[in-house]
């Protein structure tokens, strides 16, 4: 039977091999990985060209109120625009739910704004803001929908205490989920912010030094200690310090059930930005702040090492006016300015220059920080995140030569935090299960053609985890708690 469409001339790249070959594609996944297709209806030449999956961006508010109550910018239709255009081809926001809310109510609203708008196969984690009883017995249904991550801060004023972690991360523990982190100490962070603000130091600047890696080491610390307890998995989000990823490392060089990402701001820019002139440093707010060059050098150990096992946006677009960043007002001290900024379109070229054409990683470890990865950690593989025979065809086309100074993005951006940076290779087209979605830098796909995503809970193999001797009943009179 021919093919509808065949990749051709391009060289491939999995997250372990590099090899010239032509995809076939039938019905929207791969069906053939030959030398020469000659009988599909539809070509893409990729001579000179890159050919691998599509990325999987695993984290980006996407129409999400904030813990300040601050709505995105972006919807589902220009936060997956401007992501495709950026080299993904499926991506896992955050559904937040609202204190007193039902996840079922949290998880309607959100296929409400997803589905009519999104032009990526998505699925969701949720946040978990209000894990009362009756919202805890709600979470194997979640799970059952194929929602196998959640979400809990450990700062804001949508943070959790470390029992309704423990219990969240007991139930989800026990039903294969994913419990996902958001790791500084608040208390830290809220006295080291008032004795600021009371010395009169409010700009922008100050954001960074209110928020000190001790304050990140300590909530990693004491988060990966509850998971162990409770002898769950763990994902730490945004790890910005080095001590937080040498936690990481050491976890997982013991069999823990630890896992975790940076993000390009922490790889990329620095606290000095935040030191703009007026409020301009409000533009580069965002949390865990960012830190210093030699941080920067260890989070690149980390992922070359493999203790770090993403490279995620943390895609948070907040406008540079009242809709946004000064939804609080504009003459507020740096505590009131909604944290985030965007980076769904940069991540992946960023990483891609920076990393693949400067030599600090390899094309395949491209692929699996990127994409395969994720789509492993968030139990979509082989559907996603892979190269392979029955896999979707979600594939992203990279000319890795093509130069640009990084610019306006297809977000609802009023500023991106990396222009003027010079930027070599960039996604040139990007498939969903087989359809062109960006091609050329034309937008091919029309809002509502992606898919909501069911995934499988995590693969612990390899990540026995690290046991707890009180929870052996040889080791506690016999009681058996599990
Ligand atoms: O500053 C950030 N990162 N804002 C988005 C929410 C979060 O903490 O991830
Ligand atoms: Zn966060
Ligand atoms: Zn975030």
Known sequence: MAHDLAIRGGTLATATETFNADIGIRNGRIVTISEAITDAKD???????????????????????SGMGVMTSDDYETGSISAAFGGNSCFVPFAAQKVGESLAQTMQTYDERAVPKSVLDWSYHLILTDPTPDVLAELPDVFAKGVTSFKVFM???????????????????????????????????????????EGGNVAPRHHASSRPS????????????????????????HVSTAGGAKLVANARSEGGQVWAETCPQYLFLTRNELDKPGMEGAKFICSPPLRDTPTQKILWQHLQAGSLSLVSSDHAPYRYDDTGKFNGGYDVDFRKIANGMPGIEMR???????????????????????????????????????????????????????????????????????????VTGWPVTVLGRGQRIVDNGKLIAKPGAGQFIKRAPIDLTEHPGQSVPELNPDQNFGVNLA
């Open 43 to 65: 070509v893409i030449d990729a001579t000179n060209h890159i050919v691998m999956p599509g990325g999987i961006e695993a984290h980006c508010h996407i129409a999400q109120e």
């Open 155 to 197: 700062t804001y004023a949508t943070r959790v205490s470390d029992g309704q972690f423990l219990d969240i991360l007991s139930v989800a523990g026990r039903h294969g989920a994913l419990t996902m982190v958001h790791a500084e100490n608040h208390d830290m962070l809220d006295w080291m912010g008032r004795r600021l603000v």
């Open 214 to 237: 001790l304050a990140e080491e300590e909530a990693i610390n004491r988060a990966i200690s509850l998971a162990r307890l409770a002898q769950a998995p763990l994902f730490i989000v």
């Open 348 to 422: 992946l070229p960023l990483l891609f220059s920076e990393g693949v054409n400067k030599g600090r990683i390899s094309l395949n470890k491209f692929v699996a920080l990127s994409s395969t990865n994720a789509a492993r950690i968030y139990g979509m593989l082989p559907r996603k995140g892979s190269l392979s025979i029955g896999a979707d065809a979600d594939i992203a086309i990279w000319d890795p030569n093509e130069k640009r100074i990084a610019g306006e993005m297809h977000d609802a951006m009023d500023y991106n935090p990396f222009a003027g940076t010079e």
